[in-house]
T-cell receptor
Framework: DGGITQSPKYLFRKEGQNVTLSCEQN?????MYWYRQDPGQGLRLIYY???????QKGDIAEGYSVSREKKESFPLTVTSAQKNPTAFYLC?????????????????FGPGTRLTVT | KNQVEQSPQSLIILEGKNCTLQ??????????LRWYKQDTGRGPVSLTI?????NTKSNGRYTATLDADTKQSSLHITASQLSDSASYIC?????????????FGTGTRLKVLA
């Protein structure tokens, strides 16, 4: 069953703690992305990776970090430096392309992780 | 400033009725325009992708149109079903300072009533 998975679905953390969100895909896609969704706003790009061992900052990378050691996995760490971490986080993947390229590759999104920091 | 604006913000219709959602963008030039459906608490699912040379694209009861001259797109839903209740997001991929990026609209929240 091919797809993109995120875990956990809900995550609660105390302020000041780092937390890592998981994203795995078995679609053999080269490109992976992390977005943040807040009420009343469009999705905003945090980080993206177009190939293993390489990733680029998106529009709101401050307070976040990522790694891309395997093609299938693109975990996102929300650090204590992120001032307003409570949000719905979406991971996506595509066969190729991504920011910086003219392409029509379809993006497939995971089910999302809702992070609440108190 | 490159922007994507959607209207209406929310819409309520009766099951079986048709509806049209609007997307206006100021991104120019652009690579492609996408429509996504997002159920509450879930990730978006792609409905259509159109390049600047395409005017219409259908996916079942969903039909997207694009007018690149007026920078407008619409998503028409025919014979609505309860399962169409969701947010519909318009996304334009276009250049920003020498690179291409995805610019997301804030979505239209559709509610279909029995």
């Amino acid at each position: 069953d091919g797809g993109i998975t995120q875990s956990p679905k809900y995550l609660f953390r105390k302020e000041g703690q780092n937390v890592t969100l998981s994203c795995e895909q078995n679609l053999n896609h080269d490109a992976m992305y992390w977005y943040r969704q807040d009420p009343g706003q469009g999705l905003r790009l945090i980080y993206y990776s177009q190939i293993v061992n390489d990733f680029q900052k998106g529009d709101i990378a401050e307070g976040y970090s990522v790694s891309r050691e395997k093609k299938e996995s693109f975990p996102l760490t929300v650090t204590s430096a992120q001032k307003n971490p409570t949000a719905f986080y979406l991971c996506a993947s595509s066969m190729g392309g991504g920011p910086g390229q003219v392409d029509s590759y379809e993006q497939y999104f995971g089910p999302g992780t809702r992070l609440t920091v108190t | 400033k490159n922007q994507v604006e959607q209207s209406p913000q929310s819409l309520i219709i009766l099951e079986g009725k048709n509806c049209t959602l609007q997307c206006n963008y100021t991104v120019s030039p652009f690579s492609n325009l996408r429509w996504y459906k997002q159920d509450t608490g879930r990730g978006p699912v792609s409905l259509t992708i159109m390049t600047f040379s395409e005017n219409t694209k259908s996916n079942g009861r969903y039909t997207a149109t694009l007018d690149a001259d007026t920078k407008q797109s619409s998503l028409h839903i025919t014979a609505s079903q309860l399962s169409d209740s969701a947010s519909y997001i318009c996304v334009v991929k276009g250049p920003t300072s020498g690179t291409y990026k995805y610019i997301f609209g804030t979505g239209t929240r559709l509610k279909v009533l029995a």
